[in-house]
């Protein structure tokens, strides 16, 4: 169950960022909701995840998890650049999370 709710929480990691940057420093109304009660969320799975994940492989699954989803929601929708460079950067993250949980 941990591990399911620290992926979840990864993917509210990246729906914080998003909201965050759709907030426009706080000036937009409901996205700064969004990322205040997806911060929250996100925040309270890491603390339950970390109950029964070793702090050093929950955090970094979670941010590795936060930081695809954000770099890849980036590239699909604001138009961020897309190149094989960034894409193998982005698949070696994914392969240090899988192996993370992999040897846990």
């Not at 890849?72 to 392969?95: N, P």
Request: glycine share 14%; aromatic share 8%; with cysteine.
């Amino acid at each position: 169950m941990a591990w399911l709710v620290l992926i979840l929480s990864g993917v509210l990691e990246t729906v914080w960022a998003v909201a965050l940057e759709a907030s426009k420093g706080f000036s937009r109304l409901v996205p700064t909701v969004v990322f205040g009660v997806a911060l929250a969320l996100s925040m309270g799975g890491l603390a339950y995840a970390m109950r029964s994940i070793p702090i050093g492989t929950g955090y970094a699954v979670w941010v590795g998890i936060g930081a695809v989803g954000t770099a890849v929601y980036g590239m699909a929708v604001l138009g961020d650049a897309v190149t094989a460079a960034r894409i193998g950067c982005l698949l070696l993250i994914v392969s240090g999370v899988v192996g993370l949980k992999v040897l846990h």
